[in-house]
């Protein structure tokens, strides 16, 4: 089973979120209510003493018009190692699963990169996000069943999948010990 970290990297958000909430000109009460989140749960992300799962994160992400890597992508260094099990996964409050950002988009680029690990139970939904944006899937270990709601696929090992992400689509773990690449583009 994959577990999920203790702590996300809180400072990153925190830093992020006011960053990209500056950028767009939005109030906390304003980018609250456009994600459908509580004001205090905002709050409490932008003083760095939250603890936010991926749906949360996700609603922040499409309300400020931005990639979610926007907003969990640590500092930039000159060499980048992830070691397997390491980086800033964020786990979901649906399912058990972990999404740990392997590369952010660098200027000029659109995509980021994700290694997701998944176990069987529930799937995982996810929201449409934003516009343009399509998905990459390429399965590591065991099996998942994804893509947009009514034309998901089952995957087995080394099988890659492509679709829109700015639809309702979602992931489900068919084994235990699922794990996938997921290559988020947007146009």
């Known amino acids: 089973m994959h577990e999920v970290p ?7 958000i ?5 960053r ?4 767009a000109g939005l109030s906390l009460s304003e980018l609250a209510k456009r994600a459908g989140i509580a004001k205090s749960t905002l709050s409490q992300l932008e003083a760095a003493s939250g603890n ?3 749906e949360t994160l996700w609603a922040l992400a499409v309300a400020l018009g931005v990639p979610f890597s926007v907003l969990v992508e640590p500092p930039v260094q000159s060499v980048q190692v992830i070691r397997a ?3 800033p996964g964020v786990g979901s409050e649906q399912a058990s699963f972990v999404g740990t950002l392997l590369s952010a988009s660098p ?7 994700y290694r997701i690990c998944a176990e069987p139970g529930s799937a995982r939904a996810a929201e449409p996000h934003i516009p343009g944006t399509v998905e990459h899937l390429v399965v590591g270990t065991g099996r998942v069943k994804a893509g947009p709601a009514g034309e998901e696929a089952e995957l087995g090992p080394g099988d890659y999948m492509t679709y829109r992400g700015d639809v309702a689509h979602s992931y489900e773990a068919l084994m235990p010990g699922t794990a996938f690449v997921l ?3 947007h146009v």
């Open 85 to 87: 099990g390491e980086g």
């Open 107 to 113: 200027p000029g680029a659109r995509r980021d990169i």
């Open 6 to 12: 203790d702590r996300l990297p809180m400072d990153w």
């Open 183 to 185: 290559v988020m583009q």
């Open 20 to 23: 990209e909430r500056a950028r």
């Open 52 to 54: 936010p799962n991926v």
């Open 14 to 18: 925190a830093a992020s979120l006011k």
